[in-house]
């Protein structure tokens, strides 16, 4: 039975106990389906031999060994994967353009007797949805931007605040990456696709009757870029900014960026590649400073002279939409400083 989809929170709603990505690993690493498991039909070395004698031998000989691949891959799960799988278990089965690797699987599933059902057009199918939604489609809530200089807990603020009950997209989260030069996270980014398909279930998601809050960005969080949508709301919408004094910020980035400090090669590495930007001794104090691991005192150097300067231009741009701001000595109880920040919300769209 062929399944269409209607948006891209479709395959959430719709009930299915599992949702079968049937492609190779590499194209499931690059972006699948929000809650996909992997059961490729072909690995990858299968689907390029597959491909290589589909193109230099001929179409019959490539779908004659693709097909003998995809029964023994099929029997491999079903002995595997499946095998608690009950009389009942529903299914929904995917490809790349919902042709031939999908069909095979979801036919011999159908024959055990379970109610599998295929996407129709496949993954190009749900990646068309997708970038409809993050590219041509406006933000449907009203966006409010949390803005703020570097190391001012913006992330760990809208935390706090989704937990409260405020809508929030979490584009840091979303992007694994901390938003600056030290943001890398274990484990790394997703892809683009990747990102714009979490992304769009975010946006598709959202109730339009409530304020949905952001952090102030770049177009750019580490490898990735924001897409058409979300960038136009973030640059129109108003913005309300923390302001903290800059050792607090710096204490405070010790804690959160625990993982860098951590790591003094690494740290080594990404002060170097600032050199074009800063002075020769400014950039050797912060390498000492990164070698002594005196984080703190580096992280405050940073900020001083590299992170607000920009910053502050970034922000001149969109000094039109400062709404409020919100002052804290410090840093050190987020609760509070959440607190702080939602009570000028409740202002702000009161």
């Known amino acids: 039975m062929s399944f269409r989809l209607t948006d891209v929170s479709h395959p ?12 190779s690993p590499a194209e499931y690493a690059e972006d699948h389906l929000p809650g996909a498991i992997n059961l490729p039909v072909l690995d990858d070395a299968e689907r390029a031999r597959v491909g290589t004698i589909y193109k230099q031998v001929s179409p019959f000989d490539a779908r004659k060994i693709g097909a003998a691949l995809v029964a023994g891959n ?20 995917y490809c ?23 996407v129709e057009g ?33 992330t760990a603020i809208l935390s706090r605040l989704a937990v409260r009950g405020w809508q929030v997209i979490d584009l840091e989260g979303l992007a694994a990456h901390r938003g600056s030069l030290f943001g890398a996270m274990p484990g790394g980014q997703p892809s683009q696709k990747l990102f714009e398909g979490r992304l769009a279930l975010a946006l598709a998601t959202l109730d339009p009757a409530r304020p949905v809050l952001v952090e102030a960005e770049s177009s750019r969080i580490g490898a990735v870029t924001l897409p ?27 804690r959160d960026y625990v993982d860098v400090a951590a790591d003094p090669v690494r740290l080594g590495e990404i002060i170097a590649a600032l050199a074009p930007l800063h002075p020769g001794e400014r950039i050797e104090a912060w390498q000492r400073q990164a070698a002594a691991g005196q984080w703190p005192a580096l992280a405050e150097g940073l900020m001083r002279d590299h992170y607000d300067p920009r910053y502050l231009k970034h922000r001149a741009r969109y000094a039109a939409g400062e709404r409020a701001v919100v002052a804290l000595d410090d840093l050190s109880d987020l609760d509070h400083a959440a607190g702080r920040v939602e009570a000028a919300l409740a202002v702000l769209t009161g």
């Open 12 to 23: 959430v709603r719709a009930g299915f106990d599992d949702i079968i990505d049937v492609r």
């Open 74 to 93: 099929a029997a491999r799960h079903i002995a595997g994967a499946l095998a608690d799988r009950p009389g009942g278990w529903r299914p929904l089965v």
């Open 96 to 118: 790349w353009r919902g042709g031939q690797r999908s069909g095979s699987f979801a036919a011999i599933l159908s024959q055990i007797g379970w109610r599998v059902e295929l």
């Open 122 to 154: 496949g993954y190009k199918s749900w990646r068309g949805l997708v970038v409809q939604q993050v590219q041509d489609m406006p933000v449907a809530a009203p966006v409010i931007v949390l803005d703020g200089n570097t190391g001012s807990a913006k």
């Open 228 to 254: 058409k949508a979300i960038w136009q709301a973030i640059c129109a919408a108003p913005r309300l900014r923390i302001e903290v004094p800059v050792a607090a910020r710096a204490a405070y980035s010790a």
